[in-house]
T-cell receptor, first 115, second 112 residues
Framework: DTGVSQDPRHKITKRGQNVTFRCDPISEHNRLYWYRQTLGQGPEFLTYFQNEAQLEKSRLLSDRFSAERPKGSFSTLEIQRTEQGDSAMYLC?????????????FGEGSRLTVL | DAKTTQPPSMDCAEGRAANLPCNHSTISGNEYVYWYRQIHSQGPQYIIHGLKNNETNEMASLIITEDRKSSTLILPHATLRDTAVYYCIVRVYGGSQGNLIFGKGTKLSVKP
């Protein structure tokens, strides 16, 4: 499969624990995006990278959240000291520049449940 | 905030055309209209985009009004697999802004 892959698909954790999600984009894509989606809402932008540079961060990305893309390939999203409000689907997407069509390719997401 | 307004839900009979409306009255001259859909438990999927001309691809057609303040996504022969949430998004193409701003979308239910 050559699509965007995310791991783990599901994560259940206790409040206060740290969690990390990984995203592997489509191999030739230089842009990588993180979104968060809660039940009944559309995805909300968190941050994006062009190669290894983090170019934009949403105000939703509190100081407990950190994202990296160290070699311009895969990315990780870490949430420290999780809170129940962090329970959501975390979606990763990638694109080639702005894409041939401006199209973002999304993974299937990592669902986080904080107890 | 999303720059688009969509009805929260619509029904469509299988085999019939599904017409999904979107209002974007504050669209700028350099903003495109994009449509994505999200099938339950999957990530969003790109469908189509356009600037001012009508567009068609293998999935759908996009009709944009002359004043560009609204558009309609048409699925010509809806199937049960088209049941999904459909998002209409306006976005600058090729600009420095990297993100898409999703609203709540329209939940389309295709019924047999």
């Amino acid at each position: 499969d050559t699509g965007v892959s995310q791991d783990p698909r599901h994560k259940i954790t206790k409040r206060g624990q740290n969690v990390t999600f990984r995203c592997d984009p489509i191999s030739e894509h230089n842009r990588l995006y993180w979104y968060r989606q809660t039940l009944g809402q559309g995805p909300e932008f968190l941050t994006y990278f062009q190669n290894e540079a983090q170019l934009e961060k949403s105000r939703l990305l509190s100081d407990r959240f950190s994202a990296e893309r160290p070699k311009g390939s895969f990315s990780t999203l870490e949430i420290q000291r999780t809170e129940q409000g962090d329970s959501a689907m975390y979606l990763c997407a990638s694109s080639l520049g702005t894409g041939v069509t401006g199209e973002l390719f999304f993974g299937e997401g990592s669902r986080l449940t904080v107890l | 905030d999303a720059k688009t307004t969509q009805p929260p839900s619509m029904d469509c009979a299988e085999g019939r055309a599904a017409n999904l409306p979107c209002n974007h009255s504050t669209i700028s001259g350099n903003e495109y209209v994009y449509w994505y859909r999200q099938i339950h438990s999957q990530g969003p999927q790109y469908i189509i985009h356009g600037l001012k001309n009508n567009e068609t691809n293998e999935m759908a057609s996009l009709i944009i009004t002359e004043d560009r303040k609204s558009s309609t996504l048409i699925l010509p022969h809806a199937t049960l697999r088209d049941t999904a949430v459909y998002y209409c998004i306006v976005r600058v193409y090729g600009g420095s802004q990297g993100n898409l701003i999703f609203g709540k979308g329209t939940k389309l239910s295709v019924k047999p």
